[in-house]
């Protein structure tokens, strides 16, 4: 080959040699931004709030069990985790984490240990369905939840036989002793009781009190309280709520003795104050009437058909879910992202935290089904049917 042609030669080689150079960094500049972008997707900063307490977490990963994993956050079986640990989390998203234990609960005197994912003491005893005007607990609701037991006493009916009176009280307390204070009996030294002062409170339980014999000229004495009922417009029609317990009040007596021989044969009396007036037991009823059937229109998929259906299926009629729709237009608007800022309630139910719904699906936050279960279910157990805790509602403004 003369010099002419090798020199011609290398100039068609030239742009062949720059061609495949630059397909070969085209690759590599692929393979470098490819791992890029998959490290960005991959890479997160959450915030985890493990029983309250938010914690930010860099993690590599897709899922929740991946970020959890990276911040070293250990979760159970029966712990509350949302979303659930097999969904994709993206960067700067939230997780909520609430560790699961035993809580030792006295209700009435009777002991249980249950299973609570509960921050407060407030929270626990939603769990357990009580209501918060009927019972007295051992800590402020919303004092945290601590390993001690927890102490429950619902409201209770005692019946008081004394000075020849039947007295009718109803009371929170848990012992004997703080269902008469409550009621406003006064015992004066001497005094017997057919139950123990310090015998635990139960709902009907009967106490004869006998009174100690007197020699002075001054005895006390328990005035009943009286009972009125007065109509309650924004309550549902026949439902009863006490609004102010009744108290007993205290009437001294002063007597003239007519003695013989030591012995009192006579007593009259000369005067007769009440220093302690009785308080009148104040019952509410409700005159309002529930909400019409027959004008609850439902639109097709939207949420109230997926809760016509769930209400359907739990046995409750065409009244109950009338019911229902009103108490969710009230708190809602049945708007699944609903939120209130002030108090952080969440949801069609406004679950109150609104991760308390995650025990119903890892989709609490967008899911009406889901959100609609766990309303049902709160329902049910707090109240009994909608129309009692929508008779809640407009009673107290929350149910």
Request: aromatic share 4%; charged share 20%; glycine share 10%.
């Amino acid at each position: 080959m003369t010099d002419a042609e090798a020199r011609a030669t290398s100039r068609r080689s030239t742009p062949r040699r720059r061609l495949t150079r630059l397909v070969s960094q085209a690759a590599v500049l692929a393979v470098v931004a490819g791992a890029t972008s998959a490290f960005a997707v991959l890479h997160k900063q959450v915030t985890v709030d493990v029983d309250g307490h938010p914690v930010q977490v860099e993690a590599f990963g897709r899922t929740v069990s991946d970020v959890l994993a990276s911040g070293g956050i250990a979760v159970g079986d029966r712990d509350l985790v949302a979303p659930a640990l097999g969904e994709p989390i993206a960067s700067e998203g939230q997780i909520v984490v609430r560790h699961g234990r035993d809580l030792d609960v006295e209700v009435d005197g009777s002991v249980s240990r249950v299973w609570t994912t509960a921050l407060t003491v407030g929270e626990a005893v939603d769990g357990l369905g009580l209501r918060d005007d009927d019972v007295r607990l051992s800590a402020s609701r919303s004092a945290a939840l601590t390993r001690e037991t927890l102490r429950v006493s619902t409201n209770k009916t005692i019946h008081l036989v004394v000075d020849g009176q039947v007295i009718d009280g109803v009371s929170s307390a848990a012992t004997v002793r703080d269902s008469l204070k409550d009621i406003g009996l006064v015992l004066e030294e001497g005094d017997q009781l057919s139950v123990p002062l310090d015998a635990t409170s139960v709902d009907g339980l009967v106490v004869l009190v006998t009174r100690a014999s007197t020699s002075g000229e001054t005895v006390t004495e328990a005035v009943p309280f009286e009972s009125q009922e007065v109509d309650d417009p924004k309550a549902i029609k026949g439902t009863k709520v006490i609004a102010t317990k009744g108290k007993a009040g205290v009437r001294t007596t002063t007597y003239e003795l007519e003695v013989v021989g030591g012995v009192v044969t006579g007593r009259t009396p000369i005067a007769s104050v009440i220093t302690v007036p009785p308080v009148t037991q104040v019952t509410k009823v409700g005159t309002q009437e529930l909400p019409d059937p027959s004008v609850v229109i439902v639109e097709p998929g939207s949420a109230q058909e997926i809760a016509k259906g769930m209400v359907a299926a739990r046995g409750w009629g065409d009244d109950q879910f009338a019911c229902l729709v009103a108490l969710w237009n009230a708190e809602s608007g049945w708007r699944v992202n609903a939120g209130n800022k002030s108090s952080g309630a969440y949801g069609i139910p406004q679950a109150l935290p609104g991760s308390k719904m995650a025990s119903a699906g890892a989709d609490w936050m967008t899911n009406p089904a889901t959100q609609i279960t766990w309303g049902l279910g709160y329902i049910e157990g707090r109240y009994g049917t909608p129309c009692a805790a929508y008779a809640k509602h407009e009673s107290s403004g929350w149910y």
